[in-house]
């Protein structure tokens, strides 16, 4: 499935993109901007470097690959398909043995996401194990959910699942590194506007960005506003729901490690830029987290402009590229079997 191929490489070149000058400051980019791959930096990397984000993703993906091994396969609910214990074994496995790593060591690891694992390791039940508190709105599940949106998607041509059961798995695959309400609905929004991209890309039907981008919001839109335990978080999610992203300045555009931040920006980049390296760059010239922006915007253009508009120098440097098109191909396989 090139669709799958498109946005998963899209995420990984956008981390490798952003990571040498993760932390730096704007003011910094606008000096010096990044105008290609580039090694060094923060973790002393050679060019193609992915980080944590990286790695999350190809550890849900292999989560979701066994889940489809499982004895809940023929469920019609796709809760009772995923099976959370795998892909939280996965992330421990990440973080303590270096699995699904570049260079088989877990690094760049954000507070909530280690505390998750941790409450994991000491045998927390999978979805409680993500922390509930207004610090831990992180943008960790953010960056890793996509996977779960070519799942979804793929399946539903095959089941018939209700949209409660799909945005309570979006949520639960978020929960567990980052169960506070604000982090799930961030995952619920970028995931509902993926699936508009997808949708698009598989039925041809060349709807432009921001038709897509509003339409996946309003989806989401329609199902927190008439969900009664979201209420307190709507009015953080004021610009998003408004739909005036594309108009704001640069400057009101914030791209640190919190979770809306890293919404909107991903948002406003797609909607100010007409290709993918343009989008990326941009991405990553906004400064501080560098790495995640890039990669939570480059799934989405991965999707919506293609694996060809990548540019190959790129895709060619990345570490263990081998390894992970081998995932990549597993995981498109898993959906169509």
Avoid at 213 to 233: L, M, R, V
């Amino acid at each position: 499935m090139d669709c799958i191929k498109n946005g998963i490489m899209g995420q990984i070149v956008g981390d490798a993109l952003g990571l040498p000058v993760q932390f730096q400051p704007r003011e910094e980019r606008d000096i010096d901007p990044v105008t290609d791959m580039i090694g060094d930096g923060a973790f002393e990397l050679p060019a193609g470097s992915w980080s944590d984000d990286s790695s999350l993703i190809l550890a849900t993906m292999d989560g979701l690959i066994k889940s489809l091994n499982g004895d809940n396969v023929d469920s019609t609910s796709l809760n009772d398909i995923i099976d959370w214990e795998i892909i939280m074994r996965n992330f421990s496995d990440w973080l303590n043995l270096g699995e699904y790593t570049p260079y088989g060591f877990s690094f760049d690891i954000g507070g909530a996401t280690r505390d998750g694992i941790y409450n994991y390791d000491d045998g927390w039940e999978p979805l409680e194990c993500g922390g509930i508190g207004e610090r831990d709105n992180g943008n960790g599940s953010l960056m890793r959910i996509l996977p779960i949106a070519f799942f979804i998607y793929y399946l539903s041509k095959k089941y018939s699942f209700i949209e409660e059961d799909k945005m309570t798995a979006v949520h639960n695959l978020s929960s567990l590194t980052h169960r506070h309400k604000r982090s799930q609905m961030c995952c619920g929004i970028y995931v509902n506007i993926a699936l508009e991209f997808i949708d698009n890309f598989e039925n041809g039907k060349c709807l432009d960005l921001e038709e897509l981008i509003s339409s996946g919001i309003n989806k989401s839109k329609e199902y927190y506003f008439n969900d009664d335990s979201f209420e307190e978080e709507l009015h953080h999610f004021d610009r998003v729901f408004s739909l005036n992203i594309q108009n704001l300045p640069r400057d009101e555009i914030k791209s640190g490690g919190y979770c809306i931040s890293s919404l909107e920006a991903s948002i406003w980049c797609l909607l100010n830029n007409e290709n993918y390296k343009d989008t990326l760059l941009t991405a990553v010239n906004l400064g501080y987290d560098t790495d995640t922006t890039a990669c939570v915007v480059g799934g989405l253009a991965g999707i919506f402009y293609g694996y060809e508009d990548i540019p190959a120098d790129w895709i060619t440097q990345l570490a263990k590229l081998d390894y992970i098109e081998n995932m990549i191909g597993k995981f498109s396989q898993s959906l169509i079997d």
